[in-house]
T-cell receptor, first 111, second 111 residues
Framework: AQSVTQLGSHVSVSEGALVLLRCNYS??????LFWYVQYPNQGLQLLLK??????LVKGINGFEAEFKKSETSFHLTKPSAHMSDAAEYFC?????????FGKGTRLSVIA | DTEVTQTPKHLVMGMTNKKSLKCEQH?????MYWYKQKAKKPPELMFV???????INESVPSRFSPECPNSSLLNLHLHALQPEDSALYLC??????????FGEGSRLTVL
């Protein structure tokens, strides 16, 4: 069965520092992988998605993620954190069924 | 139009009330979803409609009753809810089983 594991329920970085949010997936076939962001009291917004076209995926707001099959990982990165990046981030996987979400990682950005 | 619109944004109801949540999309998506999200948790799938037919019911209690009147509309009828049903209810749509487009959610409080 497909699943994702997000390492770290809470990550705190300084403004301007590198953001690294970790996601490992489990899937029996090449999956579709997604990162969503959720700001307080809002719905989920797609940051980026992997659909096998390219292993390095660029998304909105300066985020990107690299699909590494050998490590079954799809970590999310951003070179320089902004205060506005503070939010909850969800990794998700899809094979032939609706998206399965990870437990989420709350990102805090310190001024 | 790339939006999923949910109404109302906030709803407070007693345990004996009957109310409905509404969701609308005009992207031509043929799959629509209801998710329930508790605080600091990932969204949990409740129902999936595919081509206006209920395709997935994740063992949701019968006090939640979904309805898909047409390909653009999705309702969630609520009756005799419990305080523990208080949550953010998210509607989403998709072209297939990949990327989901989410609404802003309806915040439900059951007194």
């Amino acid at each position: 069965a497909q699943s994702v594991t997000q390492l770290g329920s809470h990550v705190s970085v300084s403004e301007g520092a590198l953001v690294l949010l970790r996601c490992n997936y489990s899937s029996s076939v090449p999956p579709y992988l997604f990162w969503y962001v959720q700001y307080p009291n809002q719905g989920l917004q797609l940051l980026l998605k992997y659909t096998s076209a390219a292993t390095l995926v660029k998304g909105i707001n300066g985020f990107e993620a690299e699909f590494k099959k050998s490590e079954t990982s799809f970590h999310l990165t951003k070179p320089s954190a902004h205060m506005s990046d503070a939010a909850e981030y969800f990794c998700a996987v899809s094979e032939d069924t609706p998206l399965v979400f990870g437990k989420g990682t709350r990102l805090s950005v310190i001024a | 139009d790339t939006e999923v619109t949910q109404t109302p944004k906030h709803l407070v109801m007693g345990m004996t009330n009957k109310k409905s949540l509404k969701c609308e999309q005009h992207m031509g998506h043929r799959a629509m979803y209801w998710y329930k999200q508790k605080a600091k948790k990932p969204p949990e799938l409740m129902f999936v409609y595919s081509y206006e037919k209920l395709s997935i019911n994740e063992s949701v209690p019968s006090r939640f009753s979904p309805e898909c009147p047409n390909s653009s509309l999705l309702n969630l009828h609520l009756h005799a809810l419990q305080p523990e049903d208080s949550a953010l209810y998210l509607c989403a749509s998709s072209l297939n089983t990949g990327e989901l487009f989410f609404g802003e959610g309806s915040r439900l409080t059951v007194l």
